[in-house]
């Protein structure tokens, strides 16, 4: 036993999920800490897959090897996975990196980025074609369609992205209390289409999961936007869940009621009623590009969670009412595609981008946009 330790603080970030923010005090041995605990999982167009946890060491704590540290404080924490964070840069020490070998004094404040909250599902494999742009021993790139869950559990428990991955590998990077979601480092929601970067072993979604931690992973998507928006911008706000439905979020002013949230749009072509635009992530929160769209007065077209399934823009006449209807058949979903994803290689350091084009449903949309517009 390790005596004169109290943590005072762990905050557990799991941006893979959405919650409400329930304290527990936890008891054991002779420390206690407060964990926000996830009660509440839901969908999202992009969300990083990572834990940040904060620690500040009780002033009776004597000198003690961090990584021994770490492994009895942090749940699913092995030796290899806590050497692999700290070889990472992941763990931090009064904001500044250490070794292994560095002892933690009184009053020391730990921060600490580890990939993969705990998930409890089974993967079963299934020979699911997958669209794979990129491969090496480390890392690949997915190119997900739309309509396609990206790991089993709220009844699709196959199917699934994951599912297809544990049949192309012969064996996914099992870590300590990931069962069920080994290899992703984000995702995105099922409805949107694009470019997903999946791990191969431990080292690499390590060093990833700080890079999304970080923000330095750059991620741009497509979407077609209801109204003539003229000018870039850039949406912020803390995003919450509505307290009108709690399937949608919203956008507040006042951090208590959600996460701090940006993103930057660009106009890339006007077509009278809609608007195509790129949408270049800060943050990465649920629904987050549906919410600010919506929030500034732009729903995504066909977006039906958050009202953009209806006519939002343009003439009363029965020839357009029926124009956009085939528009909304052709794209039965929202308006949205990870086009493009950069980061630095885990292990060669190098710089990598990669691109997806727009998948034929929504540009099959676009273009009767564009030939619309062309002909009025």
């Known amino acids: 036993m390790i005596e004169g330790f109290r943590t005072v603080c762990i905050t557990k970030i799991a941006h893979f999920f959405n919650y409400k923010m329930i304290s527990k005090f936890l008891v054991v041995k002779d420390y206690f800490c407060i964990m ?30 961090i990584d021994k540290f770490l492994m009895v404080r942090v749940e699913n924490a092995s030796r290899n996975r806590i050497q692999n964070a700290i070889d990472a840069g992941n763990v931090l020490v009064n904001q500044k990196q250490i070794k292994a070998s560095y002892k933690v004094k009184p009053h020391d404040e730990i921060s600490i980025v580890l990939p993969h909250p705990p998930r409890d599902t089974e993967v079963y494999p299934e020979d699911i074609p997958l669209d794979i742009l990129y491969e090496d021993s480390d890392l690949l790139i997915v190119n997900k369609p739309a309509g396609m869950v990206v790991h089993p559990g709220f009844n699709n428990y196959n199917g699934t992205l994951v599912n297809a991955l544990a049949f192309h590998f012969e064996q996914l990077p099992q870590l300590p209390g ?8 984000h995702r995105i929601d099922k409805d949107t289409s694009g470019l997903l970067l999946i791990s191969k072993n431990e080292k690499s979604i390590t060093h990833l999961a700080r890079q999304f931690f970080d923000h330095s992973i750059t991620r741009k998507y497509i979407a077609l936007a209801w109204g003539d928006i003229e000018n870039d911008g850039t949406v912020t706000g803390y995003i919450g869940r509505s307290v009108k439905d709690r399937r949608v979020m919203d956008i507040y002013d006042e951090e208590e009621k959600g996460k701090w949230s940006v993103t930057h749009y660009k106009v890339l072509k006007r077509l009278g009623y809609v608007t195509l635009i790129s949408c270049e992530l800060e943050t990465g929160r649920t629904h987050q590009i549906r919410a600010h769209m919506q929030h500034i007065g732009h729903p995504l077209f066909n977006d039906a969670m958050y009202g ?38 885990p292990t060669t350091k190098e710089y990598m981008h990669f691109e997806s084009p727009l998948p034929a449903d929504f540009k099959a949309a676009l273009t009767k946009w564009e030939n619309y517009i062309t002909a009025s």
Do not use: M, W
Request: glycine share 8%; aromatic share 8%; charged share 30%.
């Open 36 to 65: 926000e605990n996830v009660v509440e999982l839901q969908e999202s167009e992009e969300q990083e897959l990572y834990e940040h946890l904060k620690i500040i060491v009780d002033k009776g704590q004597s000198l003690l090897r």
């Open 178 to 185: 990931n069962d069920g979601r080994p290899g992703l480092v």
């Open 308 to 345: 953009g399934d209806k006519i939002l823009k343009g003439t009363t006449f029965n020839k357009y009412k029926q124009f956009v209807d085939n528009c909304f058949e052709l794209l039965p979903r929202q308006a949205l595609h990870a086009q493009s994803l950069g980061f630095i290689h």
